[in-house]
């Protein structure tokens, strides 16, 4: 089948040749992935409009001891919208149900894992600048939930969901840091 020629092509995103798809957010993105009950937390936030990867950047930067102010780089933004989001809708469309598109929901879902390291990857590129705070561990706790409050889609979100975020804020402290050396 050929592609109607005449259909809008966007431009394709172009990513920083030094890119680090294994980096310190990746690791601590994987480390919280283990923790007993953060993806639970994570993904019933994500059905409410939340983004995991906002809330893995929060986290992370707060074990860090800096602050998430909610800005991203437009190619993070750019590379969910366009990439992550599409790949998860595909993914999404398929029935769990045993059936002839279960090795296509299964590919999807590698891709999708693939796209979600792509995204973090841009994120570590723009954040791994910041300069960390000194931040006492007692402190983190705080500082991760301030991050996630930054996190929400909207104020409303994160009003709905405070004892959700006082759940994750605890896990994400537990959380191994991914290392130390900058933000």
Known sequence: ????M??????????PGNLEPDNPLWRYALACWQTPGLPDLCLSLQVNGWNVTRILCAGW????????TGQEAATVT????????????????????PGPAQALRKCLAEAELQAEQTELAL??????????EASPMEKRHTTILDNLMAAAPDDNSALIA????????????????GGLATC
């Open 61 to 68: 930067l707060g074990q860090q001891g800096c602050r998430f």
């Open 1 to 4: 089948m050929r592609p109607d």
């Open 123 to 132: 994120a570590w590129y723009t954040l791994k600048a910041l300069a960390p």
């Open 6 to 15: 005449t259909a809008f092509q966007p431009n394709a995103i172009t990513l």
């Open 78 to 97: 750019e590379w969910r919208s366009r990439v992550t989001g599409q790949i998860r809708s595909a993914r999404q469309a398929l029935s769990r149900n």
């Open 162 to 177: 405070g004892d959700s975020l006082a759940s994750l804020a605890k896990l994400l402290a537990r959380s191994p840091a």
